[in-house]
């Protein structure tokens, strides 16, 4: 399964980096996350309960931040095993400063499930990925704003 997109971010380069590289903010935007912790260098333990379909259930994750190239582009692997089955998934997220106020975020993504999950068809996990990610960066956006108004 793969996919790909662009958003337009309300916040300049820079800002939008430190944002999208925040633990704290990652913890509240990743759907389902009950908790985010370092394991190591931009690596992190996730637990993580999602809520949607088959894909439903508990799943212990590692989340790891490689390749960075600051404040352009870096790749997100995450590897998760729980109840329903497990998903070993790599994205990548690349930043392009539209001006000082606007940043377009291009994500490619590839993921392969195995478990009882992989046996509910292509697509309908692909319109659960969609799901998944429309709500993280609905959640980011709120995130960027509340983090102008305290900046």
């Known amino acids: 399964m793969d996919g790909k ?5 309300e916040a300049g380069i820079e800002r939008a980096w430190d944002v999208l590289l925040d633990p704290n ?3 509240k935007c990743i759907t389902g996350c009950k908790k985010l912790e370092p394991i190591g260098d931009n690596k992190y333990k996730a637990d993580l309960a999602v809520g949607i379909a088959a894909v439903k259930g ?3 994750s590692t989340i790891e931040i490689a390749d960075i190239e600051k404040p352009n582009h870096y790749k997100l692997i995450v590897q998760g095993e729980g109840g329903p089955g497990n998903v070993e998934a790599t994205g990548t997220i690349d930043l392009t400063p539209i001006d000082e ?8 993504y590839e993921a392969e499930v195995g478990g009882k999950v992989a046996m509910i068809g ?3 996990l692909g319109g659960v990925a969609k799901l998944i990610i429309q709500d993280f960066f609905k959640k ?3 995130e960027l704003k509340r983090n102008e108004m305290s900046a």
């Open 58 to 60: 508990k799943y212990d």
């Open 25 to 27: 903010v990652l913890e």
């Open 101 to 108: 106020n606007t940043t377009e975020l291009s994500y490619s």
């Open 5 to 9: 997109g662009k958003i337009t971010l």
């Open 140 to 142: 980011l956006g709120k």
């Open 122 to 124: 292509q697509r309908m």
